[in-house]
């Protein structure tokens, strides 16, 4: 068998892995995931019923509130929130949250 010159060397099987979640997307679902697991755990169910998180972009991670009371409430709370979220989340890096007031489902 001759040596094809445009043959590609075997790749490992988790650079194959990463390189496929990060062109889908799934590593951000996954963070989704977790940082909703975090801000429930944090603020617990009753408040977790009536927000849900957003992105993290640029370090500023956004949550979404039903109502402006409520957003009124986490704001003046919002030192105490994003220290906890820091300790759960190191690798994320998140330096902000900004709470808007929207439909929550």
Same mark, same amino acid.
């Given at each position: ?6 043959? *590609? ?8 892995? #990463? $390189?496929?979640?990060?062109? *889908? ?24 019923? $009536?927000? *849900?998180?957003?992105?993290?972009? *640029? #370090? ?7 109502? #402006?009371?409520?957003? $009124? ?13 820091? #300790? ?18």
């Amino acid at each position: 068998m001759e040596d094809r010159p445009n043959r *590609r060397a075997p790749q490992r099987m988790g650079d194959v892995v #990463s $390189q496929l979640m990060a062109r *889908r997307g799934y590593a951000r679902v996954l963070s989704h995931h977790q940082y909703d697991d975090s801000w429930r755990e944090i603020v617990g169910e009753e408040i977790a019923r $009536q927000t *849900r998180t957003g992105q993290l972009k *640029r #370090s500023v991670l956004e949550i979404f509130v039903q109502n #402006s009371v409520l957003m $009124q409430e986490l704001t003046f709370r919002k030192s105490e929130l994003l220290k906890r979220l820091q #300790s759960q989340h190191l690798s994320h890096q998140i330096k902000e949250i900004r709470f808007k007031v929207a439909a929550v489902p």
